[in-house]
Structures are given as structure tokens and as C-alpha cells.
């Protein structure tokens, strides 16, 4: 293939990747943004999103889009009960201590991991994408429903975006972010805000990993590429700036897809992290950060 | 001994003086000859049984390594199902030198370090006889080492090439399973010749698909045929289509070797990039271990043909003793579990396990192996490193094997088979010898 | 003082005794795992010194185990280095590692320290994966053969395993009761007054990861030379949490709960193999309920509770 045809390919897969990758890395953000506090477990939240939408698609066998609108609907919901609980029964009683945090969320990976594994399974569990059709282009022809997850991502972005700077929830939020005590002086019951944001990330989470079931397998190992890859979204983008966060996946996605033309792809992983560090080194609070 | 056997015995020329040890090899080659002499192929009738009853009934014990979670978890619970068959079916006729077999198992999983723990644990705290069981290989040559140090006998069921290539000790055995030079050394003459000659492979960055770029090309060369690339996927990636630009166009055939949980999508993925125009496809179940070929996204693999070391389909390979094997180890006709249809098994690797088990069996008694003592594990090694093959039959359903003492490894045919109607058709069986190379190693010089 | 000083003196050295008389009384089984407990020990006392006594978190430091033990393990098997001469290499790599991935990722703090710390790990891991030619990969290699016959011994393992852990624990206790090591305790307890007191906290800090990434260097050195084995499992992520583990379920911040804490998962990890193989419900479980019911660790309650005097 000639060298035209196959950028326009690798920019088309980087787009995918961004926009999952966009979703994914917006939850991570959004709860460090908001209670200042990483959650190693997002990657797994991702991972039972993935498993629940085969769950949900081996439910309903006779149609994949029914299948897939059920998964819409009850990852999101369980996932996000699981992050309340989580907050309700953890996170609130080591008082959101950022170390103790990241210690539990680890010990939160593990217990999901094996909780996947002993009950659904080690295979990779396959689900037929809800809407299929193969987009031929002279050179190489597209999944279809790749397209459709970047017009979803997108439409998730904006509706993400619409909630934090429209809605009296995202005033809520921003509000506590800026001044948690202030914000409960005025009245916003802080925990509440807290356990609804840690719901949020993880929803999104699971969603994108919905989103992402029909072109890759649901496996209870998957949720690491993620988790990385949304840490080093979050770095470049600045900790806790939702616009930054957004910026970086794309650049992220896109140069992912783009370097790994050029060079071995296991080198243009290693070359990612490297231009991390390079970032730090020049602004060690990232691309958009206002304070590490 | 229900079954034919044809170990040959041991090479008695290595020993010119008479020592115990040879005695009791002396004793049990008559003893073998004599079940050899008394064999009906499928009889397990009260002949068999009587055999518990003339050995003592402490059981010989087999240490289990076992990957139970892990990478290695689908294959894992296969390999726990075969063997727990292979020895359910043993003890019902006669056990091991008329003595039950116990199986320990321990999880590894599947981590070279922890493999090394469940090594030792098994030989030093359940003080097992042998351990047995590993399929990955960075599990077996993690182990390896302490089983050496410890002195207790290694039964890999792994089909990487590491016993073979010299590099572990001499306590390590690869009995029952195929290595995966052999497999692709006997598979590429049948490629160049009916496929096409010029191949791009694509295989996992890591030892596993090292193996298969080397040896596969190799064998592709040195039949005329030529490599038009490699590529190289790295193990976390979890999207390919921007991999298949790199495919030239040239190709006449893409060899596809991909492990992991990212199989299926890498098969619709190929089927998205070339659509109907793609060159043949020749790929290695191993991809497709525990997977159905009926699952969604497989539709591309149609007409393409894939390797098989022990067909999945019952009509593959219709023999008596596959029969048998398969209603032990409860697989259905197409290769998934009776009980569960939609629990694919992972035939092409897990018969090793059953095999290996016969052939320890077979080993024990020809040696007249009793306990783990330094004399009689000598007695084993030396017995095993005589042998020279298995005939196919209840202890080998997969077929006859050919074995190598000096290199500890076994050889047995293989199997190509197209997929037809989101089946797997067997089209072709190689021989025994179209997987044979030079050996590059000799474990009996090692000491013991 | 002096009193203190004398019981923190013997109770170290009665640690170091107890190791050495154990290995007469315990059985084949358990002689090796504590041999194996000490190295992962010395890995977790470098592990401590950084995050228990500097407040500095990582989630790569497998990246140094994996500097000392694939250092070793290449001089070996590439340039026929004998075991003293490898070991040192291995070391050596892990500092010069750890200077070097100090020098940047000090710049950072907090939770992006944390999260440069696990993405500098990954690459490293992929580093050893995309040099499969010489490192072969996650397949890793074996050093049988190559070194010295004595090795084999499980006597010569054990002391092997006690040297290496008495000189890593004991420069971690001597470190502790410095004044360097009241330097690092004033930078985790508040970097910004430790700083304005004139003190240069970047440099210590480096130090604090040099000496941390060095004993991790040592620990996989030495795991490489006795159990013969060099694998890229060891530098994978899992491998980076462990020490984290077994220092909070020890107790951070005290010099012998690195030991305990290591030898207590050991076991539980063993133990429950034989009923469930779910061990990382165990892995995972534990770090949950440290965080939420025991978050000093035991030696960190002992303290607490019982003997303020312990360093």
C-alpha cells in the first residue's frame, strides 16, 4: 500500500483510539479533578464494562443491537453502584487520603480481576457489534462500527462537557473542586458530590469499554492498556484539567497510530512514555495543568 | 496394561557393569514384555484390575503445576480436566506399577516465579514422585532449573522448543506433546506446495512467535519458497488493522500465529482490510484454543486452513483410542465440553497431557521406579532416555510418537485442516518425519 | 539514649541471629522460602526507605530488581562473568537506573511521581520485550551451568540470601538513625518546611532513590545468581506492587516490617494456595483491609501500641 492511503489508515485507527481513549482518561480526570484522588481500579471499571456488555449480549441472543442497548444501559448502572459502594464502604472511611486511596484501588484491581475470573471466565468472550457494515475505500476497506465509536465518543464528550459547565450538578462539582469547604459552607453536600463524581468516572469507564467490546474481546486481563494509557493522557494534559485530558488522548491516539507506521510497534510504546518524560521534565505539571 | 505399547526399553549399552540399577531394568523389561504379550486394545476387564492388588497401595503422587489463573487460565482448566481423566482412567485400570496415582495440583499462575515456588513446594513440602503439567513457556524454563537442583523429574506438556533445544537440564521431559519447530518444520513443505511460496508471517513479539518466525522460515527456504515479511505484534496491542498495510502485496500467503485474547479481533480486523480479494490464509490453532470457529467475527476464516495437533472435530481423527479419549475427557464431536457446548476445548495441546501421563506410567514401570531416591530416579531417567517411541493406542490417542532420549522430546504427526462451513475439516496428515531436524543438544551427558 | 541505642543495636542484630540459627531448624521446604523470603525482603527494605521514611510512593520499582537481576543475569550469560563479578554488575545497573530515572522523575511529585514511576516501570518491561535478541524476551533465560557449582547447595543459598539481606538491612537502619535519615523523615512529613530550613531536598531525595533502587538492584542480583532464572515477570507491574504490599502490611516507615511483611504474604499466599486458587482476592483483599483496619502496618502498631522506642 502506498504511502497516502495508508496514513489516512493509521489516522483513521488513531481516531478510535483517541476517542476511547478520550472517554476512558475523562473519568480518570474528572475524579482527580474533583476529590484529588487516583483510582487505579479505572482500568478494571473499564473491564467489567466490557464483560457486562457480553453478559448482556449473551442475555439477549436473537438481536446484537438489543443486545448492546441493554449493555448501554446496565454497565453504566451496575458499574456505577459498584463505584458508590466502593466510595461508601473505602474511599469515604480512609477520608480520601490520596496514598491510602491508590493503595485500595490496587487491592480493588485485584479483587475485580479475580472476581471476573472466577466467575465469568479466563476466554476472551467475543460480542457481534450492533450494526455492521464494511466501509470499502480503494485501497483497504473500514469496520463501520468503528466509525460509529468515534461519533459516540464524541457525542459522550460533548454530553460530559454539557453536565460539567451547564447543569447544577457541574456546578456542584466545579465548585467542590475549587473549594470543598466552601461548598459545604453553601450547601453542596460534599459526599454526596464526591460519591456521585467517583460514579461518573467509572461510568464512563464502563462505557467505553462497551463501546469497545464489539472490535476488541471482553477479558479480564484487558484493563491495564487502559489504565496506562489514561495515566499518561492525564500527565500530558495536566492533572485535573478536563480540557487537557481531552487534548493529550488525541494527540496520544493519534500519534499512536501514526508512530507505529514508522517505527516497530512495541518501540513506538516505549517512545510514548519516553515523550512523557520529556513533557514532565519541561512542564512537570503538564500541558494544561494549573497545579500538580 | 490395556494398552499397545512399543517402549523399547533401555539402551543397554550405556552401562557395562551390573549394578542395581540395572537389575531392576533387567527385571522389568521381562515385566513389560509380558503386559505387552497380554494386551487387548480396549480391554479393561478384571485382568487390568488385579494389577492394584499385587503392588503396594501407596500411590504414586504427581505434582500438578497447574495454570489456573493467569494468562494461562483457559488452557489451564483443560489440562486440570484431561489429566484428572488420564489418571481416573488409570487408577480404574491398575494405576501405575499397580499403585494409584494422586495428583497434586497447585496453581502457578502462570508466572515463571511463582512456577519455580509450586516446583519446590511439590517436591519438598507434598513430596510428589514427579511434577507434571506446564504449558507456558517462560513457566517451564522459570521451573526448570529448580527441578534440576532438586533432582526430581520435569514433565512439561508445552510444545515450546526448550527441551528440545538442549537448554534445560536432564531432569526435564517432553514426552507427549510435539515441539513447535517440529510442527512448523512439517507443516511448510505442505504450505509452499499447495498454498504459495511467498509468505508474510505474523506472530506475537515475544519467545512464542520467535519460534515460529525462525523455524517457519527456515523450512519455508529450504523448500524454495521465500519470506515477502514479518511483522512482529507487540503482546499488549490490542488492535491490528494498522499492521495490515504492512502486508506486501506480493504475498501469496499470510501465516497468522497469534496467542492471546486478542484473536478474534485480529481475524475480523483481517477480514475488514481485505475483504474478498486476500491471499491464503494459513493459520495456527493455537490462536484459536478454546475458541468456537462458529463465534462472531470468525466468518472471515472460511476456506483458509489452520494446523491442528490433534483434530477438534471428532471426524478428524476417527480412531478408537481418540473415541475413547474424548468420552473421558467429556469433549463432544465438535471438540467442546459434553456438559457445556458452548465450552470450547483446547484439543490441539491437552491430549499432551493424557500422553505424558501414559508415558511416565510407562516409564515407572519399565524402570521399576519406587521412590524418589536418587537411584531410583536415575533408574526413570535413564529407562525414559531408552525409549524410542509409543505406538498409537489408549495411552497415545493422538497418535504413534516417535521419541529422542538424547534431546528428552517426542515427535508425532500433525494435522491441516480447512475451515468449511465454521467447521474444521481435516485435509491433510504429515508423517512423523516431516518434522525431524538435526538435534542440537544431548541431555544424557549431563550427570545426573 | 544510650539505652535505646543498645536495644535498637540488639534487637537488629538478634533479627540477623535468629535468620542465621533458623536455617539449622527448619525444614528443606521452608529453608528455601526463607532464603527466597530474604531477598524479596532486601527488595522491600530498599522499597521502605523510599516510601516509608521519604513519603515517596512508586509503582515501578521493579524496573530496579529487573536492572540488577537482567545485569547480572547478561554478564553471566554473555560475558561469561563469574557470580561476584556479575552480582556487582547488577547492581550497578540498578543505581546508575535509578539515578538516572531520578534525575527526571523527581522533577515530579505526589500522585504524578506515583504515575511516572508506573509508566517508566512498563517501559522498562517493554524495553527487555523489544530487545528479545539478546534478552530473549519474556521467555526469559536460564544461568544453570554457567555458575558456580556451590551455588546449587541450598546451605550456600540460604547464607547467600542472609548476606546480602544483613548488609541491605543494616544500611537501611544505619541510614534510618543518621541524620540523613531524620533529613528524609522531615522531607516526608513536610518537603516545603525541610526546604525553607535550607536543606536541598531534590538531592536527598536522589539519594533516598539511589540507595532504594540499589537494594532492589542486590535483590534481583542475587535472585537471578540462586534460583537461576532471568525472566521479564519480574520486571512486570505485579512484580511492582509486591513491595508495596509487603511494606504497608509490615508497616512502612519501620526497619524490620519490610521482613515481616514480606514473610506474613509468603505464607498467606502459600497457605491458601491449598484451599483456592483465587490468590489474588488475598493479594487484593489484604491491601484493602490494611488501608481501611490496619493502616500502620504490624510493626507500625507494634510501635504504636507497645514499644515506642523501635526505629
Redesign the interface.
Known amino acids: 500500500m502506498s504511502f497516502w492511503p495508508h496514513l489516512l489508515l493509521a489516522l483513521l485507527e488513531g481516531a478510535v483510539t483517541a476517542c476511547v481513549l478520550a472517554v476512558t482518561a475523562l473519568g480518570l480526570s474528572l475524579v482527580f479533578g474533583v476529590m484529588r484522588i487516583v483510582n487505579v481500579a479505572h482500568g478494571e471499571f473499564y473491564m467489567l464494562g466490557a464483560v457486562l456488555a457480553w453478559v448482556a449480549a449473551s442475555m439477549v441472543d436473537s438481536s446484537p443491537l438489543a443486545g448492546f442497548l441493554l449493555a448501554l444501559a446496565l454497565a453504566p448502572l451496575v458499574v456505577g453502584g459498584l463505584a458508590v459502594a466502593t466510595d461508601w464502604l473505602v474511599l469515604r472511611r480512609v477520608d480520601y487520603h490520596p496514598e491510602s486511596t491508590i493503595v485500595a484501588t490496587i487491592g480493588l484491581l485485584y479483587i475485580l480481576q479475580q472476581a471476573v475470573l472466577t466467575f465469568f471466565g479466563p476466554d476472551a468472550r467475543p460480542v457481534e457489534a450492533p450494526i455492521y457494515f464494511r466501509v470499502s475505500f480503494p485501497w483497504f476497506g473500514y469496520s463501520g462500527y468503528k466509525l460509529i465509536v468515534i461519533g459516540a465518543s464524541i457525542a459522550l464528550l460533548l454530553g460530559a462537557w454539557a453536565v460539567m459547565a451547564k447543569s447544577k450538578l457541574g456546578l456542584y462539582m466545579r465548585a467542590t473542586q475549587q473549594d470543598p469547604e466552601m461548598a459545604q459552607a453553601h450547601g453542596v453536600s460534599v459526599r454526596r458530590v464526591y460519591a456521585l463524581v467517583f460514579a461518573a468516572g467509572a461510568m464512563l469507564a464502563a462505557v467505553a469499554g462497551v463501546l469497545v467490546v464489539p472490535i476488541q474481546q471482553a477479558h479480564y486481563l484487558m484493563g491495564l492498556d487502559p489504565l496506562l494509557l489514561s495515566f499518561i493522557v492525564v500527565i500530558i494534559g495536566g492533572l485535573g484539567s478536563l480540557r487537557g485530558t481531552i487534548v493529550a488522548a488525541f494527540i496520544i491516539g493519534m500519534s499512536d497510530g501514526v508512530i507505529s507506521m514508522f517505527f516497530a510497534p512495541t518501540l513506538a510504546k516505549i517512545l510514548a512514555t519516553l515523550f512523557v518524560a520529556l513533557v514532565l521534565v519541561v512542564r512537570p505539571s503538564g500541558l494544561f495543568g494549573e497545579r500538580a | 496394561m490395556t494398552d499397545k505399547t512399543k517402549s523399547r526399553g533401555p539402551d543397554t549399552n550405556n552401562k557395562h557393569t551390573i549394578t542395581r540399577r540395572n537389575l531392576i531394568k533387567a527385571a522389568t523389561i521381562t515385566g513389560g514384555a509380558a503386559a505387552l504379550a497380554g494386551v487387548g486394545t480396549l480391554a479393561t476387564g478384571p485382568l487390568a484390575r488385579s494389577a492394584y492388588a499385587a503392588g503396594s497401595d501407596s500411590p504414586i503422587r504427581i505434582g500438578f503445576q497447574v495454570h489456573?489463573?493467569g494468562?494461562g487460565?483457559?488452557y489451564?482448566?483443560w489440562y486440570e480436566r484431561t489429566a484428572n481423566a488420564a489418571a481416573a482412567y488409570m487408577n480404574e485400570n491398575g494405576g501405575i506399577a499397580g499403585r494409584p496415582v494422586e495428583l497434586v495440583p497447585?496453581?502457578d499462575?502462570t508466572?515463571?516465579?511463582r512456577g519455580?515456588?509450586v516446583v519446590?513446594?511439590l517436591a519438598?513440602?507434598h513430596k510428589v514422585d514427579f511434577v507434571y503439567g506446564p504449558l507456558f513457556?517462560?513457566v517451564v524454563?522459570?521451573s526448570?532449573?529448580?527441578a534440576?537442583?532438586l533432582k526430581i523429574p520435569y514433565f512439561v506438556v508445552s510444545e515450546?522448543y526448550?527441551v528440545a533445544s538442549g537448554?534445560?537440564?536432564r531432569y526435564v521431559f517432553q514426552p507427549g506433546i510435539t515441539d513447535v519447530r517440529a510442527q512448523v518444520s512439517a507443516m511448510a513443505p505442505w504450505i509452499t506446495d499447495n498454498l504459495g511460496k511467498r509468505v508474510t508471517m505474523i506472530f506475537p513479539?515475544?519467545?512464542?512467535g520467535?519460534d515460529h518466525r525462525d523455524f517457519f522460515s527456515a523450512a519455508v527456504k529450504a523448500r524454495g519458497g521465500s519470506i515477502a515479511a514479518l511483522l512482529?505484534?507487540?503482546?499488549?496491542?490490542?488492535?491490528y488493522?494498522?499492521?495490515?498495510?504492512r502486508i506486501p502485496?506480493d504475498t501469496e500467503v499470510l501465516y497468522h500465529v497469534m496467542v492471546?485474547?486478542?484473536?478474534?479481533?485480529f481475524v475480523?480486523?483481517m477480514g475488514?482490510?481485505?475483504?474478498s480479494k486476500r491471499p491464503e490464509i494459513f493459520g495456527f490453532i493455537d490462536s484459536l484454543e478454546?475458541?468456537s470457529i462458529a463465534?462472531?467475527?470468525l466468518e472471515f476464516l472460511e476456506g483458509t486452513h489452520l494446523w491442528e495437533a490433534m483434530p477438534r472435530y471428532a471426524d478428524g481423527l476417527d480412531t478408537p483410542y481418540a473415541r475413547h479419549y474424548r468420552s473421558r475427557v467429556g469433549i463432544n464431536a465438535e471438540g467442546a465440553s459434553a456438559a457445556d457446548p458452548k465450552d470450547v476445548s483446547t484439543n490441539s495441546h491437552m491430549f499432551g497431557c493424557w500422553e505424558t501421563l501414559y508415558a511416565i506410567k510407562e516409564g515407572v514401570e519399565q524402570s521399576g521406579y519406587r521412590s524418589r531416591t536418587p537411584d531410583d530416579v536415575a533408574a526413570l531417567i535413564e529407562t525414559m532416555e531408552g525409549f524410542r517411541g509409543f505406538n498409537e493406542g489408549i495411552a497415545h490417542p493422538q497418535g504413534p510418537k516417535d521419541f529422542d532420549g538424547k534431546l528428552h522430546q517426542c515427535y508425532g504427526r500433525q494435522f491441516i485442516s480447512k475451515v468449511q462451513g465454521g467447521r474444521l475439516k481435516v485435509v491433510h496428515t504429515t508423517s512423523i518425519e516431516d518434522g525431524k531436524y538435526a538435534p542440537e543438544g544431548d541431555y544424557t551427558k549431563q550427570p545426573l | 539514649m544510650t539505652g535505646t541505642r543498645m536495644r535498637v543495636l540488639l534487637l537488629h542484630l538478634g533479627v540477623l541471629g535468629a535468620l542465621f540459627v533458623a536455617q539449622f531448624f527448619l525444614g528443606e521446604y521452608h529453608h528455601t522460602n526463607v532464603a527466597r523470603i530474604m531477598l524479596l525482603a532486601t527488595y522491600a527494605v530498599g522499597y521502605n526507605l523510599l516510601l516509608g521514611y521519604t513519603g515517596l510512593m512508586s509503582l515501578g520499582h521493579a524496573m530496579f530488581f529487573a536492572a540488577g537481576m537482567y545485569g547480572t543475569g547478561l554478564g553471566v550469560y554473555y560475558l561469561g562473568l563469574g557470580a561476584f563479578s556479575g552480582f556487582t554488575l547488577g547492581v550497578l545497573a540498578a543505581l546508575v537506573l535509578a539515578a538516572v530515572f531520578g534525575l527526571f522523575a523527581l522533577r515530579t511529585s505526589g500522585v504524578s511521581f506515583l504515575i511516572v514511576t508506573m509508566m517508566f516501570g512498563q517501559a522498562c518491561y517493554l524495553t527487555i520485550l523489544y530487545f528479545n535478541e539478546i534478552t530473549l524476551g519474556d521467555q526469559g533465560f536460564i544461568l544453570s551451568g554457567k555458575l558456580p557449582e556451590a551455588l546449587v547447595i541450598s546451605g550456600v543459598k540460604y547464607n547467600v540470601a542472609l548476606a546480602v539481606f544483613a548488609v541491605c538491612f543494616a544500611v537501611s537502619v544505619v541510614i534510618v538513625r543518621s541524620p540523613i535519615g531524620r533529613i528524609l523523615v522531615a522531607i516526608r512529613e513536610n518537603e516545603e518546611r525541610t526546604r525553607l530550613l535550607g536543606y536541598n531536598t531534590y538531592a536527598y531525595k536522589l539519594l533516598a532513590l539511589v540507595v532504594s533502587g540499589g537494594m532492589a538492584g542486590a535483590a534481583g542480583a542475587a535472585y537471578a545468581l540462586l534460583f537461576s532464572y532471568v525472566g521479564a515477570s519480574f520486571a512486570a507491574i505485579l512484580f511492582s506492587i509486591y513491595p508495596l504490599l509487603w511494606t504497608l502490611l509490615g508497616g512502612a516507615g519501620t526497619t524490620l516490617g519490610p521482613l515481616l511483611g514480606t514473610g506474613v504474604m509468603f505464607y498467606l499466599v502459600d497457605v491458601t494456595s491449598g484451599w483456592t486458587s483465587a490468590y489474588l482476592f488475598v493479594v487484593g483483599g489484604t491491601l484493602v483491609l490494611l488501608v481501611l483496619f490496619f493502616p500502620l502496618g504490624i510493626m507500625g502498631t507494634v510501635r504504636a501500641r507497645l514499644a515506642r522506642w523501635l526505629p
Open positions: 489456573r489463573t494468562i487460565a483457559t489451564g482448566r497447585e496453581d499462575g508466572d515463571p516465579k519455580a515456588e519446590e513446594k519438598n513440602q513457556s517462560h524454563i522459570g526448570a532449573p529448580r534440576g537442583e515450546g526448550h537448554k534445560l537440564n513479539d515475544y519467545a512464542f520467535y512482529a505484534i507487540p503482546p499488549t496491542e490490542s488492535s488493522t494498522k499492521y495490515f498495510p502485496a492471546g485474547p486478542g484473536v478474534l479481533t475480523k480486523e475488514e482490510h481485505f475483504g478454546g475458541v463465534s462472531p467475527g
